[in-house]
């Protein structure tokens, strides 16, 4: 009877902890169980210039799912920040969104390559037309059929620039011998590579030290990017040299996505148009926001248009040598419309 008894009280004791842990389920305004996205992302925080859109599009989704659904961001790459860990975490759903540059996409899909052909973009306005219209959503398509991750939403993070801390660099030869870091992507390597640079590809979240130990002479990336991660700190150097231009994407495991309500579907979409509406708004004043802040320690090199006219024409054998390396004429027909943009 005893051993009875204590059945019973372990059975009640379970029934018990079960309805404490259903009673402590989050819920949103209407009563259902909240979803939760847990976002990977590189950036510090969503209150820098050119990250709050992603603030934006956390703040609509919850707003128009009455709280169902809530973005949960984890900063500076705390759920993988090599390009292993970041796609391979939403694919294998490790967690449920990304927000990273588009360069890292390269070790699994070309959907992206073409914008990496040094100087093919050449202004601001261009690169919104190209992400925002059909050769954005041609792109989509391609890296979702690839790696099932769909692409929400795009944010412009600008030209990229070289720093280093070594000596200025007005010329493509100032490059030679220099160490410099660019994403594991094969366009963004030749860039550095066809000048006479030593390329590596160490991981973002671990570039700060490499620097700082003088292990690595420099680095490319946007100017914001500059700023929040504080490389002006130990690199005295930056020339805007403008070589490539930077978007990154807001992606969400495509599986995960098509399984919720054609209502929750409909939200997303709708915040993801929001924040991609914001980006060409704040990026012109958020790049003259970072380069104020860097202050006058870092010495800042403008090219001239002979001096970029060099840099241009180092890197022009590269288009046919991507185009004959791709053997792919989806990379070449994106490639094609892309130009025609610029004439």
């Known amino acids: 009877m005893r051993k009875i008894l204590g059945t019973y009280k372990k ?9 404490l842990l259903l009673g402590c389920t989050p819920k949103g305004d209407d009563g259902k169980k909240v979803i939760i996205l847990r976002m990977n992302s590189q950036a510090v925080s969503f209150d820098t210039d050119g990250n709050r859109l992603h603030q934006t599009f956390m703040d609509e989704v919850s707003k128009n799912s009455n709280g169902r659904i809530k973005v949960e961001p984890h900063f500076s790459s705390s759920l993988g920040g090599t390009p292993e860990a970041a796609i391979g975490g939403i694919q294998n759903k490790s967690y449920e969104m990304i927000t990273f540059a588009l360069g890292i996409y390269a070790m699994y ?3 992206f390559l073409p914008m990496d052909v040094p100087y093919l973009i050449d202004s601001d306005e261009m690169a919104y037309a190209v992400i925002s219209g059909d050769l954005g959503k041609k792109m989509a398509e391609k890296c979702e059929a690839d ?3 769909k692409m929400l939403y795009y944010n412009m993070l600008g030209f990229r620039l070289l720093s ?12 030679k011998g220099l160490k410099i870091r660019t994403q594991a992507n094969p366009f963004h390597m030749a860039a550095m590579e066809i000048h006479g640079a030593s390329v590596t590809t160490t991981p973002f979240s671990e570039l700060f030290t490499a620097l700082q130990q003088k292990v690595i002479d420099g680095q490319e990336n946007p100017i914001m990017n500059v700023r929040d991660s504080r490389f002006n700190e130990i690199q005295q150097y930056l020339t805007k040299t403008n070589h ?7 992606g969400i495991n495509a599986e995960f996505y098509n399984g919720l309500s054609q209502e929750l579907r409909d ?9 991609q ?11 003259i926001a970072a380069y104020k802040q860097i202050g006058s320690a870092t010495e800042i090199v403008e090219l001239s248009g002979t001096q970029m006219a060099a840099f241009k024409e180092k890197t022009v054998p590269l288009l046919s040598r991507f185009k004959d390396q791709q053997k792919s004429d989806y990379f070449s027909q994106v490639v094609d419309e892309i130009q025609k943009l610029a004439d």
Do not use: C, M, W
Not at 267 to 275: E, F, L, W, Y
């Open 11 to 19: 059975i009640a004791l379970a029934g018990a902890v079960l309805i």
């Open 109 to 111: 899909t070309n959907a």
């Open 147 to 149: 790696t099932g991750i």
């Open 164 to 175: 280093n801390s070594k000596h200025p660099i007005t010329a493509p030869d100032d490059l």
């Open 244 to 250: 490539l231009y930077t978007f990154a994407g807001a």
């Open 267 to 275: 939200v997303i979409g709708k915040a993801a148009a929001t924040a």
């Open 277 to 287: 509406a914001q980006t060409l708004r704040e990026l012109k004043d958020a790049e």
